[in-house]
Nanobody, 125 residues
Framework: QVQLVESGGGLVQAGGSLRLSCAASGRAFSVYTVGWFRRPPGKEREFVSFILRSTSITYYADSVKGRFTISRDNAKNTVYLQMNSLKLEDTAVYYC??????????????????WGQGTQVTVSS
């Protein structure tokens, strides 16, 4: 099993940047595919990005492509989400999630077994 803790959220002006961290404890993080999801106020949770466990191949939602970058440092048991050019619509609670075996679609939240508690990101005008 693995425990996930997100950090790095906060209040930022539109156009600014934040870096979220997802720190893992327990089993080595390198065996997990890690995804980021977010829940905007009053909306359903939505996919943001994932990074595969073995190849570190990454994938992004169209809404964040070119602005967000996911990366991992297995030595630190941490996955990052660098968010640049933030927009008002990026305001949400951001969650990281992990899965240690294959799935048909890592952009589906149902694929993940472990979740963090979330970190709030608020983008102001």
């Amino acid at each position: 099993q693995v425990q996930l803790v997100e950090s790095g959220g906060g209040l930022v002006q539109a156009g600014g940047s934040l870096r979220l961290s997802c720190a893992a404890s327990g089993r080595a993080f390198s065996v997990y595919t890690v995804g980021w999801f977010r829940r905007p106020p009053g909306k359903e949770r939505e996919f943001v990005s994932f990074i595969l466990r073995s190849t570190s191949i990454t994938y992004y939602a169209d809404s964040v492509k070119g602005r967000f970058t996911i990366s991992r440092d297995n030595a630190k048991n941490t996955v990052y989400l660098q968010m640049n050019s933030l927009k008002l619509e990026d305001t949400a609670v951001y969650y990281c999630a992990a899965r240690d075996y294959g799935a048909s679609s890592f952009s589906n939240s149902n694929a993940y077994d472990y979740w963090g508690q979330g970190t709030q990101v608020t983008v102001s005008s």
